[in-house]
């Protein structure tokens, strides 16, 4: 089992970055493709990027492509999702997912992940 804490969330204006932090225990991280997700106050949680258990392939919903980029890293069982360029429809709370698997591609869907942290709070103002 692998156990999930996201950092990095807060209050920022429209136009701004934010840099996410999702750090995990309990499990082997390199064994796990990662995801973010988001949910937005009486929304369903949603795919925003994904990246597979080497690094190798990374994937992202249409709404963020270009402005947001997830990277990991193994050593230090890490993860990251860098948000350039915000706007209030980026706001959510976003949270971090494992798959387990050397799967080769980008997993997608709420169903498709075993673990899930507890969130961090993102609100873009404009």
């Known amino acids: 089992q692998v156990h999930l804490v996201e950092s990095g969330g807060g209050l920022v204006q429209a136009g701004k970055f934010l840099r996410l932090t999702c750090v995990a225990s309990?499990?082997?991280?390199?064994?796990?493709?990662m995801g973010w997700f988001r949910q937005a106050p009486g929304k369903e949680r949603e795919f925003v990027a994904g990246?597979?258990?080497?690094?190798?392939?990374?994937d992202y919903s249409d709404s963020v492509k270009g402005r947001f980029s997830i990277a990991r890293d193994n050593n230090n069982d890490m993860l990251f999702l860098q948000m350039n360029t915000l706007s209030p429809d980026d706001t959510g709370v976003y949270y971090c997912?494992?798959?387990?698997?050397?799967?080769?591609?980008?997993?997608?869907?709420?169903?498709?992940?075993?673990?899930w942290g507890q969130g961090t709070q993102v609100i873009v103002s404009s």
């Open positions: 997912a494992a798959n387990r698997g050397y799967h080769e591609t980008v997993r997608r869907t709420v169903g498709q992940y075993d673990y």
């Open positions: 990246i597979t258990w080497s690094g190798t392939n990374t």
């Open positions: 309990e499990g082997r991280f390199s064994a796990h493709a």
